[in-house]
C-alpha cells in the first residue's frame, strides 16, 4: 500500500518546484515587464526589418539556390544551385527549405527571402529573454536581449541570407530545452534539444556540434535525476540527434551519384566528405582541399588572419562581436561567485554554466582554427556574450548594497566603458561624438555605481549611464549596418574599420570604404541596391590573389544587354549557360530567370562536371552558351595539376567561336564546332 501511494522525494521535489515557478510567473511579474518585454520584441523587429529589401539578393549564391528551390523540388531538397540539378550548395539545406517555403508562398524578391532571416532575429532574443528571466530578473533578461539585438554582427546576419540566422535560432533553443530538462530532470527536454541540434547540423555541419560539450556537460553535472538516469537521458538525445540530423545525409548518400546533383564543396561526390573535410576538420587545421585559399594551419598567421587567443579582438572581428565579450568574461566570474556552487542542480548554476562553458568553447575553436574563417561566423558568439552579459549585470544590481560587490561593478563598468571607447576610435572619422559620450557615461557610471543605493532617482539615473556605456556604441553600429546595403560572400557589419591582413585573404589595410553598388534593377529582377561584393558604407575585403577574385566576390552586375542576349533563342535548352564558379552563374541565373551551370562549384575546384560529361551535355544541346569568365584560381589548394574548370574552359576556348557582349565574352554552344 505505501509503495503505490508514497511520492519519491525527487518527484515531490520537482512537483513542488513547479508549483512555485507557477506561482512566480502568476504574481511575482511587475507591470511594467511585459509590455518592456514586447517593446523589446517590436524595437528588434523594427532594426531587423525596416529597409531590408536595401540587400537586394545579398548573398546571390544562396538566393540563386532558393530561386532553384522555388522551381524544382528537386532542387528544393538537395540545396542545389539550379533548377537542373548539376551541383548543391557548399551546405546542407535545412536554412534554405525555411527560405524557400516563404519564395513558394510570396514569390522570389528580395522581401521573401530576408524576413524569415529577420523573424529568427526576434525569435532568437525571445528565447533568450525566456532563458534569462526563468532564473533571474526581469531587468537581467531585458538587458541579455538588447544586448543580442544590438550586436552589430547579429543584425547583419538577421538581415541575411546566410545559414547562420538559422543556426543561431537552433543553438539558442537547445539551450533552453536543456535548462528545462535540468530543472524538470524529464528526457522529452534534452530529447528536444537534441532534435534541434541535428537541425543544426543540417543547417551548418560541425559547427552545431560546438554547443554539444556545454550541453552535455551541464546536463549530467546538473539534472536531479540519478547518474545513470542523466546517462541513459543523454544517450536516448544522441540518437535524437543521429536522426534528425542522418535521415537526410542517408538519402543523400544512398541515392545513386548518376540521380542526384553532385555535393558542391566536396571532392569525391560525398556529403561525408564534405562533412568532415572542406566543412569539417579542414576548418580547424587550415588543409581544405578545393579552397581556392589555402589555410595557414594553427599558429601564426595564415590567409585567414592570425590565431590565438587574441584573434577576435583584433581589427578584423574586434567591432563586429567583442563589445560586450571583455564584459561577459569579467561577468562569468561574478555570477559563478554570486550564484555559488554549492547546489549542484540550482538552476541559476546551470544557465550560467551552460552559456560560460558555450562561449569558452565557441571563442576558443573560433580563435585557433587555421582553415576558412569569416567575421561574420563571430555570431555565434552573440546568444552567450548577451546571456551572460544580463545575467551578471542583473546579479551585482541585487547585491549592490554591498560595498565590495559595488567595487566590482565599477571595475566592470569602467572596463565595458574603455573597450567600448577603443571600437569606437578604429572610425574615428565616423560620427566621433559617440565615443565621448560613451566616455563620459563610463566615468559617470563608474561613480554612481559605487554609491550606496539610497534614492531611487539616483538608481534610475545609473541604470541610465551603465545601458547608454554599455550599449550605445553597439547600437550606433547596429543601426549603420542595418541602414547601408550588403552583399557578396563576405559580408561585414558596422563602417569601415582599417585592418591588417584577415579573413578573405585581404592585404594589409585591404579594404575600402564602402562597395561598388548595382544599383539597377536590370531584366529578370536583380533587386536595386544589390552590390557587386562588400558593403556599401561598410568595409570589404579585397579578393585574393590569383585567378579567384570574382569567384570569392560578389555577385556580378548584369546588364539588360546581356541578359536579352542570352535569353534571345534559349531553346529547349536545359541550362541557359555554364560559367565558372557558383557566385558568376548565381548572378547570370537571377537575372535570367533559366537554370545556369555552375562549373566547379563555389571556389570553381569541385571536379564537376567532368570535362567528358560536359561535352557530352554540349553534344547534346542541354547547354546553350558558356559566359568565360575567371579559371579556378592559382591558389586553389586543389590536388590535380589543372582543374577541371580550366579544362572546360580551354576546351570551349578552342573548339567555339567567341563573342563579345557590353563586355562579357561569351561562346555559343549550340553553333557548329
Known amino acids: 500500500m505505501s509503495g503505490t501511494s508514497t511520492v519519491t522525494p525527487v518527484r515531490s521535489t520537482l512537483l513542488s518546484a513547479r508549483l512555485r515557478s507557477i506561482g512566480r510567473s502568476r504574481t511575482d511579474r511587475a507591470r511594467w515587464e511585459r509590455p518592456a518585454f514586447l517593446g523589446l520584441l517590436v524595437a528588434t523587429g523594427v532594426l531587423y526589418l525596416v529597409g531590408l529589401g536595401v540587400n537586394g539578393w545579398a548573398n546571390s549564391f544562396y538566393s540563386a539556390a532558393i530561386q532553384a528551390g522555388s522551381q524544382s523540388w528537386e532542387a528544393f531538397f538537395y540545396g542545389s544551385s539550379d533548377a537542373a540539378n548539376a551541383i548543391t550548395v557548399d551546405k546542407p539545406p535545412a536554412f534554405l527549405w525555411v527560405i524557400g517555403v516563404s519564395v513558394r508562398l510570396f514569390g522570389l524578391n528580395s522581401w521573401s527571402i530576408l524576413v524569415p532571416q529577420a523573424l529568427m532575429g526576434v525569435a532568437s532574443v525571445a528565447i533568450l529573454y525566456r532563458i534569462v528571466r526563468r532564473r533571474f530578473t526581469a531587468g537581467a533578461a531585458l538587458v541579455a536581449g538588447a544586448a543580442l539585438a544590438v550586436t552589430p554582427v547579429a543584425t547583419l546576419m538577421f538581415r541575411y541570407n546566410n545559414p547562420d540566422a538559422l543556426l543561431t535560432l537552433l543553438v539558442v533553443g537547445s539551450i533552453a530545452l536543456t535548462l528545462r530538462g ?85 571532392q569525391t561526390n560525398s556529403f561525408l566528405e564534405l562533412t568532415f573535410g572542406y566543412n569539417g576538420l579542414g576548418r580547424v587545421t587550415g588543409d581544405e582541399d578545393g579552397s581556392v585559399v589555402p589555410g595557414g ?32 568574461l569579467v561577468l562569468l566570474v561574478v555570477a559563478v561567485v554570486a550564484v555559488g556552487v554549492r547546489k549542484r542542480t540550482d538552476p541559476r548554476l546551470a544557465t550560467v554554466l551552460v552559456l560560460g562553458a558555450s562561449l569558452l568553447t565557441t571563442g576558443l575553436v573560433f580563435s585557433f582554427m587555421g582553415g576558412i574563417f569569416h567575421p561574420y561566423y563571430t555570431v555565434a558568439l552573440a546568444p552567450y556574450i548577451a546571456g551572460l552579459v544580463g545575467i551578471g549585470a542583473g546579479v551585482l544590481w541585487q547585491r549592490r548594497a554591498v560595498l565590495a560587490w559595488r567595487i566590482t561593478a565599477a571595475v566592470t563598468v569602467a572596463v565595458t566603458g574603455a573597450w567600448s571607447f577603443r571600437l569606437l576610435d578604429e572610425t574615428a572619422s565616423w560620427q566621433p561624438w559617440i565615443r565621448w559620450v560613451v566616455l563620459a557615461s563610463a566615468a559617470v557610471a563608474t561613480v554612481l555605481v559605487l554609491l550606496p543605493p539610497r534614492r531611487r532617482s539616483i538608481g534610475a539615473a545609473t541604470v541610465a549611464a551603465v545601458l547608454v556605456t554599455a550599449l550605445l556604441g553597439p547600437t550606433a553600429f547596429s543601426v549603420q549596418t ?192
Not at 542541354?622 to 579544362?647: C, E, L, N, P
Request: aromatic letters at 8%; zero cysteines; charged letters at 10%.
Open 182 to 266: 535540468v530543472e524538470s530532470g524529464r528526457m522529452r527536454w534534452v530529447v528536444w534539444a537534441g532534435v534541434l541540434v541535428g537541425l543544426g547540423f543540417l543547417t551548418k555541419q560541425l559547427q552545431a556540434f560546438l554547443v554539444l560539450p556545454p550541453l552535455v556537460g551541464v546536463y549530467l553535472y546538473a539534472s536531479p535525476r540519478p547518474v545513470l538516469r542523466r546517462i541513459g537521458h543523454l544517450l536516448a538525445a544522441a540518437v535524437a540527434v543521429v536522426v534528425s540530423a542522418g535521415w537526410w545525409v542517408a538519402i543523400v548518400e544512398l541515392v545513386p551519384t548518376s540521380s542526384r546533383p553532385y555535393i558542391g564543396g566536396s
Open 482 to 673: 542595418a541602414s547601408v546595403a550588403h552583399s557578396g560572400a563576405i559580408p561585414s557589419a558596422g563602417p569601415a574599420v582599417a585592418r591588417g591582413t584577415g579573413a578573405g585573404g585581404a592585404t594589409p589595410g585591404g579594404t575600402t570604404p564602402g562597395g561598388t553598388s548595382a544599383g539597377t534593377n536590370g531584366p529578370g529582377g536583380t533587386p536595386p541596391g544589390a552590390s557587386t561584393g562588400g558593403s556599401t558604407g561598410g568595409a570589404t575585403r579585397a579578393a585574393p590573389a590569383g585567378g579567384a577574385a570574382n569567384l570569392l566576390g560578389g555577385s556580378t552586375e548584369v546588364s539588360s544587354e546581356l541578359v536579352d542576349a542570352l535569353s534571345a533563342d534559349a531553346g529547349d535548352a536545359t541550362w541557359l549557360a555554364a560559367t565558372v564558379g557558383s557566385n558568376s552563374a548565381a548572378s547570370y541565373q537571377l537575372a535570367t530567370g533559366d537554370p545556369v551551370m555552375a562549373i566547379g562549384g563555389y571556389n570553381g575546384t569541385d571536379p564537376a562536371p567532368t570535362l567528358a560529361q560536359f561535352r557530352s551535355e554540349v553534344a547534346a544541346g542541354a547547354i546553350h552558351w558558356f559566359i568565360a569568365g575567371s579559371s579556378s584560381g592559382s591558389g586553389s589548394t586543389t590536388t590535380s595539376d589543372s582543374t577541371t574548370a580550366d579544362q572546360i574552359t580551354a576546351w570551349v576556348a578552342a573548339n567555339f567561336t567567341s563573342t563579345t557582349v557590353d563586355g562579357v565574352t561569351l561562346y555559343d554552344l549550340t553553333a557548329a564546332s
Open 297 to 328: 594551419g594553427t599558429t601564426g598567421a595564415g590567409s585567414w588572419g592570425s590565431t590565438g587567443l587574441t584573434r577576435l579582438f583584433g581589427s578584423e572581428f574586434a567591432t563586429q562581436i567583442t563589445w560586450l565579450l571583455p564584459t561577459a
